[in-house]
Nanobody, 116 residues
Framework: VQLQASGGGSVQPGGTLRLSCTAS????????MKWYRQAPGKQRELVAS???????SYADSVKGRFTISRDNAKNTLFLQMNSLKPEDTVVYYC???????????WGQGTLVTVSS
C-alpha cells in the first residue's frame, strides 16, 4: 500500500484545513486508516482513526474539532481540521494498517502550520 498525503499548509488560529491521503491498491475499503502527527523531538501521536465499519475515534486534544472520513470509491482518507490552534502545528502522517498481515504503511507527511 502506497500512501500520498496532501493538504497541509499555513493557516491562522481558528482556521480550517482538510488533509487528504490517497492509497494505492484495491484493499483500501478493508483496512483501518489513521492520522498521526509528530512534533520535533516527540513521539508520533495518534490523532484519529477509522475502521472498516466506519467507527471513529479521536485523541482528546482534537475531539470536537477534527473529523476523519474516508471515500472508499476514491481510495482516499480525509482529516477535516476546524478551529485550529497553534499547538496543532506539526507534521501529519496518514497510516494504513492491514490486519491480516499486521503491517503498517505510512504516507510521507504533510506540514500544518497554525500561526498569526
Amino acid at each position: 500500500v502506497q500512501l500520498q498525503a496532501s493538504g497541509g499548509g499555513s493557516v491562522q488560529p481558528g482556521g480550517t484545513l482538510r488533509l487528504s491521503c490517497t492509497a494505492s491498491g484495491s484493499i483500501f475499503r478493508r483496512i483501518t486508516m489513521k492520522w498521526y502527527r509528530q512534533a520535533p523531538g516527540k513521539q508520533r501521536e495518534l490523532v484519529a482513526s477509522m475502521i472498516v465499519n466506519g467507527h471513529t475515534s479521536y485523541a482528546d486534544s482534537v475531539k470536537g474539532r477534527f473529523t476523519i472520513s474516508r471515500d472508499n470509491a476514491k481510495n482516499t482518507l480525509f482529516l477535516q481540521m476546524n478551529s485550529l490552534k497553534p499547538e496543532d502545528t506539526v507534521v501529519y502522517y496518514c497510516n494504513a494498517y492491514v490486519p491480516w498481515t499486521s503491517q503498517n504503511y505510512w504516507g510521507q507527511g504533510t506540514l500544518v502550520t497554525v500561526s498569526s
